[in-house]
């Protein structure tokens, strides 16, 4: 049975998901096949963990996996997933639309409201760690196989690449664009 199949017909249900499927597909995500209740208590893996160089992203990883030692569970908030439990290092603020539309003249894309988010979330790991801001780039996704998700609730943060894409989800982009 695929990832898909799991869906229950209600849009605010849990997928039932079980601790031994394996989360994949993707672009490749979770190569090291490791299973979903793994992921759960561990969501930064081990070969993950042993390549991070900087002391301050190391510390963020390790309490991403002491926080939810005892297993997160994914939950959904207003229809959609909440990753929270899952994010990795700090969270961002992120502008209202009303700050957007003021800061663009008119209603921003979907791409030109994703780079404010990013670049936001990038200048805050650059500022914490004293990295560059494009070295900071670089450990989200090359040092921590992170991606930045732009949770509905406003704020921005690092989140394993395992879970945000294989939980799909809607975000803060359709919630300022009303795309939900």
């Not at 700090?90 to 990013?118: N, Q």
Request: hydrophobic share 35%; charged share 25%.
């Amino acid at each position: 049975m695929g990832f898909f199949d799991l869906f229950m017909n209600d849009s605010n249900s849990i997928p039932v998901i079980s601790d031994s499927d394996i989360p994949s597909g993707s672009g490749g995500i979770n190569s090291e096949r490791y299973t979903y209740g793994q992921l759960r208590r561990q969501p930064i893996i081990s070969e993950i963990l042993n390549r991070i160089t900087d002391p301050v992203v190391k510390r963020w990883a390790a309490e991403c996996n002491r926080r939810n030692r005892s297993g997160f569970v994914m939950r959904k908030v207003c229809g959609e997933y909440c990753f929270d439990a899952l994010h990795v290092g700090p969270k961002v603020k992120l502008p209202s639309k009303t700050d957007l539309v003021k800061k663009f003249g008119r209603m921003p894309s979907a791409s030109e409201i994703r780079e404010v988010s990013y670049s936001l979330l990038r200048e805050e790991i650059a500022r914490q760690t004293g990295m560059s801001v494009a070295k900071a780039a670089s450990a989200i996704g090359n040092m921590l196989d992170c991606v930045p998700h732009e949770d509905i609730s406003g704020f921005v943060y690092m989140v394993p690449n395992w879970a945000h894409k294989w939980f799909r989800h809607k975000g803060y982009v359709s919630l300022i664009l009303g795309n939900e």
